[in-house]
């Protein structure tokens, strides 16, 4: 059975690694549905946030030859309860169907909306929430009219995980005693 | 930034150094990766020159490549190495790449190849793509227009870094001399480490000319990259448990077993624990075959035995393989009453084709080192004669009509017979792709001190050739033979050319049938005999050979045979003995696609 994954990963901020990772998910015919990419809290890391709707067996062989890659630090896949996630959506309505109804009130006290901008063609609104809130204030400002939307990937925390900084306290843990080992027997 | 060797050493001595504008780019790199502790003496020199002393660094002394405009700098620097390194121009870039391969599989160290720009680089291709498939690390250098250039579609200008992604395990564009050094030291460490690899390197013509200040250290550490995982004890436990209670276990063992040179270890458990061992295409000299528990090759033109009684076994130790359709065919068919032992470095490998009991991500030495102690000392006479008894249906249906016919034409079993018979207990064995290559596979008696090198999950046709001569290269003295046949040898058939100039001694065996054989098996045995494309009209080979100075045979007859296989490898140097083979023979048995392996097809009668 097909359903929702979020794969989260970091990765070194080298040149072509998404390239490579989209290869991946190419080959088996796997669509991205959403892909946000950011610097992590670690500096020279990226982190990736990838919607992707597939079985879990093969979101298991994909997750596997994606932290292959050798700039690829780790992967982590999650189904959408184990994780806290949101999008941020921009919509562009003309102003005199916004401010024909309630709707202006309703945006900012009902749906936690912001505006951002008004002018006399137009107002922007920014809105801050899963999917399904973002389709929903879209579909209540459709009669107002509205001329652009936009909305971003999904990002995401997890409920749990070990943190990114303490996974990489460890590798140079592991390094050290490695090369301890290594001029002990040199 | 073209500038000539004149002014280039000119400026040496003015002690002109490269801008550091990415220094901070440097920097970042040092956090991510670790460098040994031999660092050489800093010089300034070309970022050409510079690639030249890495490459020997690395131990490297030789390069299979062919030159081209953007590359040119390296190749005159080349000009002042030629005491440590020795440079293999084939004729072709694909040529270089196979036989760069070859090298590796036969010296276990690296195989460096170099190309040009453009065509020369994608060229390399289908070479990078063979040895990606079978695990060797190759480091594959290749030029790209002037950095400024990039881009633009200039002339012989292409993203080769883009098309080379999904076949290599790293890649890497150098834009700056700077770079060369730590660039050339991650590539050798990837491409050596964990499943070994190819990797790529692409380097601007002006990084070429351009000055740095040389100093090396080897890569030793990729914080991004974890080769190996360290053992678990645990594993290693319930491994030995599993095998310990195991009444009809069965070892597969592939080409990882070769690659950490665990056949020792291999030896001493299957003989402590009675265990079966069979072996996939490419693991083949993992196990002598004359050894009591040698069970035979898995897989569509495997043995019958290891086949059928795959789908009979209590317990499956894999070691160094990945479970390839060739070897499982129907995977909901496969081994429905085992257990899954999978030991295997690359983790992405564990559970993709077979879902494993019991995933060991480790070196298959290091893994079967620790199971030895644990595992307890048994006999399982029941179980080894059941291979047994199926050994001598195979033989007598299929191995000795094959080996040894009395009447009719030349078998491909019996020239690779023969020439495994009189060929040295060492000797390394290469092949092109199809039906020779099942009939070396199926009837050479490797020793596991043969070398193999074949194309295996890539099936490449027009592998062999190349591949023998760098194996040659890289024997150093070792008896080298390759087999190939009449479509394979004629896609690659220039290297020719490569063993005339270098006189390199290798032995072409041409298994000649005037036909695509595979091909036109799968026609006779799915296509109702219906031959598209299949037949080919052949020059004479012994006359082709001749025109490259190859001393050259022809064989048609069963007298002749033995006494043609002993002139060839009494001839001093290169030798092509072309075999007249039966023209419609099939391999047997077979696993026709979508079968089990229990399916296993042992004689074929032909439709009517």
Redesign the interface.
Same mark, same amino acid.
């Given at each position: 059975m097909k359903q929702e994954f979020t794969i989260s990963l970091f =990765?070194?901020s080298h040149?072509?690694i998404l =390239? %490579?990772i989209t290869?991946i998910l190419t %080959?088996r015919q796997i669509n991205i549905e959403s892909i946000t990419a950011s610097e992590s809290a670690v500096p020279?890391v990226q982190m990736l946030t990838m919607v992707v709707r597939t079985t879990p067996e093969m979101v298991? +062989?994909v997750a596997? &030859?994606i932290? +292959?890659l050798? /700039?690829?630090?780790k992967v982590f896949v999650h189904t959408s309860t184990e994780i806290i996630c949101q999008e941020v959506a921009l919509y562009k309505v003309t102003t005199r169907g916004l401010m024909s109804g309630s709707m202006s009130a309703d945006i900012v006290r009902k749906y936690h909306a912001r505006i951002l901008e008004v002018t006399s063609e137009y107002t922007v609104v920014e809105k801050s929430g899963t999917r399904t809130e973002i389709k929903e204030l879209l579909t209540l400002l459709e009669p107002c009219g509205v001329l652009q939307f936009v909305s971003s990937g999904r990002i995401a925390v997890t409920r749990q995980v070990k943190e990114l900084n303490t996974y990489?306290k460890e590798? /140079?843990e592991a %390094?050290r005693n490695? &090369?301890e080992a290594?001029?002990l027997y040199s | 930034m073209k500038v000539s060797n004149n002014i280039q050493a000119a400026l040496k001595d003015g002690a002109e150094v490269t801008e550091t504008s990415e220094a901070g780019n440097a920097g970042a790199q040092a956090r991510e990766s670790g460098h040994g502790a031999t660092v050489s003496a800093d010089t300034v020199i070309t970022g050409a020159e510079a690639l030249l002393k890495a490459l020997i660094e690395e131990g490297v002394d030789t390069i299979f490549g062919y030159p081209g405009g953007a590359i040119m700098p390296v190749y005159d620097r080349l000009l002042d190495y030629t005491d440590r390194l020795r440079h293999i121009l084939t004729r072709h870039e694909q040529g270089a790449a196979h036989a760069a391969q070859a090298y590796a599989m036969v010296t276990g160290k690296p195989g460096v190849c170099f190309a040009t720009s453009g065509p020369g680089a994608t060229n390399l291709v289908t070479g990078m793509a063979n040895a990606f498939l079978d695990s060797v690390p190759v480091v594959f250098i290749t030029a790209q227009v002037t950095a400024g250039l990039i881009g633009t579609d200039a002339f012989q200008e292409t993203d080769i870094l883009g098309i080379s992604m999904p076949v290599t395990k790293w890649n890497a564009q150098v834009k700056r001399a700077e770079e060369i050094p730590d660039t050339v030291a991650r590539a050798f460490y990837i491409a050596r480490t964990g499943r070994p690899g190819p990797v790529l390197i692409d380097i601007a013509k002006d990084a070429q000319f351009e000055n740095l200040t040389y100093r090396y250290s080897r890569c030793t550490y990729i914080r991004s990259y974890n080769p190996v995982n360290p053992l678990i004890s645990r594993d290693i436990e319930s491994a030995a448990v599993m095998i310990n209670y195991a009444e009809r276990p069965m070892i597969l063992a592939g080409h990882g077993v070769i690659i950490s040179g665990a056949m020792a270890e291999l030896r001493a458990l299957a003989e402590k624990a009675a265990i079966p061992v069979a072996v996939t295409l490419l693991g083949l000299p993992a196990f002598s075959h004359d050894h009591r528990l040698y069970a035979g090759m898995l897989g569509m033109h495997g043995n019958y035995a290891p086949n059928v009684l795959t789908n009979k076994a209590d317990l499956i130790i894999a070691a160094g393989m990945r479970f390839d359709d060739r070897v499982t065919g129907n995977l909901k068919k496969y081994a429905p009453g085992a257990r899954v032992i999978h030991i295997e470095i690359d983790r992405a490998e564990i559970n993709k084709n077979v879902r494993a009991d019991l995933g060991i991500n480790s070196d298959a030495r290091e893994a079967i080192t620790a199971l030895l102690p644990l595992v307890r000392e048994r006999s399982r006479e029941e179980w080894i004669r059941e291979f047994r008894i199926l050994d001598r249906t195979e033989h007598e249906k299929v191995v000795k009509p094959e080996t040894e016919p009395e009447v009719g034409d030349l078998t491909m079993g019996e020239v690779v017979k023969t020439v495994s018979e009189m060929a040295g207990r060492d000797a390394v064995v290469v092949t092109d792709v199809g039906q020779h290559q099942m009939a070396v596979a199926r009837y050479y008696h490797f020793t596991d001190s043969n070398r193999l090198v074949t194309s295996g999950g890539m099936g490449t046709m027009g592998f062999g050739l190349p591949a023998a001569l760098g194996a040659a290269v890289g024997g150093e003295g070792r008896q080298t033979v390759v087999f190939t046949g009449d479509g394979g040898l004629q896609m690659t058939v220039q290297e020719l050319g490569t063993i005339m100039q270098y006189r390199i001694p290798v032995k072409i065996v041409l298994l000649n049938n005037s036909f695509l054989g595979m091909v036109r098996q799968w026609q006779e045995m799915f296509f109702n005999s219906r031959y598209a494309s299949t037949e080919l009209v052949n020059p004479d080979f012994v006359m082709l050979a001749s025109a490259y100075g190859i001393s050259a045979r022809k064989v048609t007859s069963r007298q002749e045979l033995r006494e043609t296989v002993e002139e060839m490898f009494s001839a001093n140097g290169p030798f092509l003995l072309q075999a007249e083979v039966s023209r419609k023979a099939n391999i047997l048995p077979m696993i026709e696609p979508g079968a089990s392996v229990s399916e296993v097809t042992l004689t074929y009668n032909g439709k009517s």
């Open positions: =990765s070194e040149i072509g =390239s %490579r290869l %080959r020279g298991e +062989k596997r &030859q932290e +292959k050798v /700039d690829v630090l990489l590798m /140079d %390094r490695m &090369q290594v001029e | -």
